[in-house]
C-alpha cells in the first residue's frame, strides 16, 4: 500500500504519513504548528507553497471565531506537488498561482484546478503570492461590476492598499482617469500606478474635490461609502467590498450600489494575462517568514499596508529542487 503510494507520488513529493509547518488560528491568533500534510481530491491539485499572502479577511475570521483551528490564509504561489484524480491540464513542476482550499499559510496547500492559474511570467514567487485574493477583488469590481470603460472617471478609495492598488491599475489599463484616496506618502506610488490624481484624506475631504464621478470602489469602511454617494453621478456605481451599502441610500442617491461577491479564483487568468503585459505591477511591502505570522497580521491590523504583505515559506521535499526556479 504505501509503495503504491510513494510510486504514485513519484520523485520530490511528500508522502501522506509527513507533517508540514502551518500557520494555524488558535482564538484571534494565528501559530505554526506541524500537522498533516493534506491530500489532493478529485480535480484538485496539491501545491508546495513558495509564498501565501495576508489578507485583512485572515485575521477578521479569526476575530469572529469562524477559522479556529484552521489553517489561515487563502492565496499562494507555489510549485504543483501532486496531481489528483482526474487533473490533466497541469503536471508537476508547475509554478502557479492559487486560492487554496486547506489554507495558505502551510508548506503544502491544495486547491481545485478552477481555483488556480499559472504564474505571472516575470513575477518572483513572492510577488505572485500577493495576487490572487486582491487581484480577484478589483477585478470584479472595475470589470465584472462596475464595466469600467475608456474616459470614465473612477474613484478608489484606499489606493494604496491591496485591493486599491489593483483597481486603480486595472481601470487605467481600461482607459478610465483615476483618483484615488491615499496618505501624502503613498501619492507618487499611486501614480506609478496610474492614479492621476490622489487626495490625502489626512488633510482633504475628497467630497470639496470631486463630482461627476461614475464608479467608486470602496475598500475603506462603511463611512467612507456614504460619503462616498455625494460625488457619484446619477446612475453612477458606488462598488463596495466593506459591507454592503444601505438600499435607501442608494436609492435616496440615484446611483446603483454592488458588492463583488466571493473570491474563486475564477478570474486569475484574466490577471495573469494583464500582469504578463506588463500592465500589472504588485508592490510588496513586506516579506516575513512563516514563523513571523503573527507578526504580519499586526502589521496587516494596523491598516496601513502598501501593496501586499508576504509570507516566504521554504522547506519540504523537492524545495531545492524548486527553489532553483
Ligand atoms: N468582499 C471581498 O471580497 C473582499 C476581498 C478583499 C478585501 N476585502 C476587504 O477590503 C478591505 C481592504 O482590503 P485590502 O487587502 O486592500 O486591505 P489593506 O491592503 O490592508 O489596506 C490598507 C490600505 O488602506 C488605506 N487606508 C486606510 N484608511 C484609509 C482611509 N481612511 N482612506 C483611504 N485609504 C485608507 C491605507 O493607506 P494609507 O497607508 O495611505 O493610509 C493602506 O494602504 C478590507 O476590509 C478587506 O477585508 C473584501
Redesign the pocket.
Given at each position: 500500500m504505501l509503495a503504491a503510494l510513494c510510486g504514485a507520488l513519484g520523485a520530490g513529493a511528500a508522502s501522506a504519513a509527513e507533517l508540514m509547518q502551518a500557520g494555524v488560528v488558535s482564538g484571534t491568533s494565528v501559530q505554526v504548528k506541524s500537522v498533516a500534510i493534506p491530500e489532493p481530491g478529485a480535480d484538485e491539485v496539491r501545491i508546495r507553497v513558495r509564498a501565501a499572502s495576508v489578507?485583512?479577511?485572515d485575521w477578521?475570521l479569526a476575530a469572529r471565531g469562524s477559522a479556529e483551528g484552521h489553517i489561515a490564509g487563502r492565496d499562494l504561489a507555489g510549485v504543483i506537488d501532486q496531481l489528483g484524480p482526474g487533473v490533466s491540464a497541469w503536471k508537476v513542476g508547475d509554478p502557479v498561482i492559487a486560492v487554496a482550499s486547506s489554507g495558505s499559510y502551510a508548506q503544502y496547500a491544495v486547491a481545485s484546478v478552477h481555483a488556480i492559474a499559472a504564474k505571472p511570467a516575470r513575477w518572483s514567487f513572492n510577488e505572485a503570492a500577493g495576487l490572487p485574493?486582491?487581484g480577484e477583488?478589483a477585478w470584479r469590481a472595475m470589470v465584472t461590476v462596475a464595466n469600467v470603460q475608456r474616459g470614465q472617471r473612477v474613484l478608489v478609495?484606499?489606493?494604496?492598499?491591496?485591493?486599491?492598488s489593483m483597481a486603480v491599475q486595472i481601470a487605467h489599463d481600461r482607459g478610465a482617469e483615476v483618483s484615488a484616496?491615499?496618505?501624502a506618502?503613498?501619492a507618487a506610488f499611486l501614480r506609478t500606478l496610474g492614479a492621476s490624481e490622489v487626495i490625502d484624506?489626512h488633510s482633504e475631504r475628497f467630497e470639496e474635490r470631486l463630482h461627476d464621478v461614475d464608479v467608486v470602489l470602496n475598500?475603506?469602511d462603511p463611512d467612507?461609502g456614504l460619503r462616498s454617494m455625494k460625488v457619484i453621478r446619477p446612475g453612477g456605481i458606488l462598488v463596495s467590498?466593506?459591507g454592503t451599502p444601505p438600499a435607501d441610500a442608494c436609492t435616496a442617491a440615484h446611483i446603483r450600489c454592488a458588492?463583488?461577491?466571493?473570491?474563486t479564483g475564477q478570474m486569475l487568468p484574466f490577471l495573469v494575462e494583464l500582469a504578463n503585459a506588463g500592465k500589472l505591477h504588485m508592490s510588496v511591502e513586506r516579506v516575513l517568514p512563516l514563523s513571523a505570522a503573527q507578526q504580519a497580521w499586526e502589521l496587516?491590523r494596523a491598516?496601513?499596508?502598501?501593496g501586499?504583505i508576504i509570507l516566504q515559506i521554504g522547506g519540504g521535499r523537492g524545495a531545492a529542487r524548486d527553489n532553483a526556479g
Open positions: 489578507n485583512p479577511v477578521k485574493v486582491v477583488t478609495q484606499g489606493g494604496a492598499g491591496g485591493v486599491g484616496t491615499a496618505s506618502s503613498n484624506y475598500t475603506v467612507i467590498v466593506v458588492i463583488t461577491g466571493s473570491v496587516s491598516g496601513h499596508t502598501r501586499k
